[in-house]
């Protein structure tokens, strides 16, 4: 090649070059599923006692009964009208089936048998068993058919996340009730195995898939980033309310979570590093739950706790989750009307009044918080109604 050919050849390649770096660092950065900033509903499964129940529970002195007064509307009515996104679970072991069947404090009350499908194998959903036993969904098969068939009706929602919370601690032995059953290593295959039996692989989010080809799955989410919105919506993912020995345990077998659907509560430096949970966002873990959002974890956070902030009408806590950065922000109290019966209208809604917003600590330029969710085409807060009195 002569020096004058090979001039000219220079002289077109670089400027093409240049001008393709030049559009690689002027393209807009993809919108990731961590880019982007929900509210989620705490105990979504949780519906108060009878009134015969509560007077038993509350004349006992044995716990605070205000603490405990929130009931949930079914999860497909806070998926669909309240615009919930994340949504918490708490799982108790019941391979026989039965073991929750017969609440104590029901039969107290002289309410008569409890629900038949109690009786039937398989994971059950509640919150204190024998005496704080009712659920909108009784089984965790079938709160997740729920969260399927509104998934099913409304493909374009950004992914939904549920949190789960292992739960087996016994009562004291004064207090007559059942004795759980202990979350093992064996007996947590149950959890991903009634997952799997409702939605099919392709559409849950799992560790696998944010892993990709790196070594770790920390290494995965701060050096490649979490799945794009586009891929992700219509999808759920799992996350685990436990840390130790719970994480442990269900990592038992499956380093970094290989194979695993859920991913583990953990901590920044573990390889298994992806979700973390902070579930008070005041003080010092404001700074810090926006450093672990910025580097590219997935974080949980609380607006609310124990009706408190409800019946005050204090929204500093709330506010201060909402400005974290935390991808899933959670309440007792989604939508407005739910705290009247405290006097209040406190509630926990995005500012833009729709399902998802653009996260204020690590979202592009490019996000727009109007085009995210695409469950009810931009309806958003139109469809915001207070569950009737019979779905609460």
């Keep these: 090649m002569t020096v004058a050919r090979l001039a000219r050849l220079l002289l077109v390649a670089v400027p093409v070059a240049l001008m393709g770096a030049a559009a690689a660092a002027a393209a807009p950065r993809v919108v990731r599923l961590n880019d982007v900033q929900v509210v989620g509903s705490h105990n979504s499964y949780h519906v108060e006692p009878a009134g015969p129940e509560k007077a038993l529970r509350a004349g006992s002195g044995l716990i605070d009964e205000t603490t405990l007064e929130y009931s949930s509307a079914p999860l497909a009515w806070q998926l669909d009208r309240e615009d919930v996104r994340q949504l918490e679970l708490d799982l108790w072991v019941d391979p026989a ?3 929750y069947a017969a609440p104590r404090l029901r039969a107290l009350a002289n309410l008569g048998p409890y629900a ?6 398989g994971i059950k959903v509640l919150h204190v068993q024998d005496y704080d036993y009712r659920t909108n969904c009784l089984s965790f098969v079938a709160c997740l058919r729920g969260i399927r068939g509104w998934s099913d009706a409304h493909p374009g929602h950004v992914p939904v996340a ?8 016994a009562l004291p032995p004064q207090i007559p009730a059942a004795v759980p059953l202990p979350w093992t290593t064996g007996r947590m295959a149950a959890i991903d195995r009634e997952i799997r039996s409702v ?4 559409r849950i989010i799992e560790p696998d898939d944010v892993r990709g080809g790196r070594r770790t799955l920390q290494a995965a989410v701060l050096r490649d980033g979490w799945p794009t919105l586009d891929a992700s919506r219509g999808k759920v ?4 309310d436990n840390a130790e020995p719970y994480r442990s ?3 038992a077998g499956h380093p970094c979570l290989r194979g695993r659907v859920l991913f583990t509560n953990s ?3 573990r390889s298994d590093a992806a979700f973390v949970e902070e579930n008070d966002p005041t003080g010092a873990n404001f700074a810090r739950i926006r450093r672990e959002v910025r580097r590219g974890y997935v974080v949980r956070t609380r607006a609310d706790e124990d009706t408190r902030e409800a019946r005050a009408d204090d929204t500093r806590r709330r506010d201060v989750a909402l400005a974290s950065g935390a991808q899933w922000v959670s309440t007792d109290y989604p939508a407005p009307g739910i705290a009247a019966r405290f006097g209040t209208g406190y509630d926990v809604r995005l500012p833009n009044n729709r399902p998802a917003r653009c996260n204020p600590v690590r979202a592009p330029r490019s996000c727009r918080s109007a085009a995210l969710d695409r469950a009810h085409a931009g309806a958003g807060a139109l469809r915001r109604a207070r569950a009737p009195a019979a779905a609460r």
Excluded at 162 to 169: A, P, S, W, Y
Excluded at 237 to 240: A, T
């Design 249 to 251: 345990r269900y990592l």
């Design 267 to 269: 901590v920044q430096g």
């Design 199 to 202: 939605f099919p692989r392709r």
């Design 97 to 99: 089936g039965g073991l």
């Design 237 to 240: 993912l799992f996350l685990m």
């Design 116 to 121: 038949r499908a109690m009786s039937a194998p």
């Design 162 to 169: 549920v949190l789960l919370e292992l739960k087996d601690l």
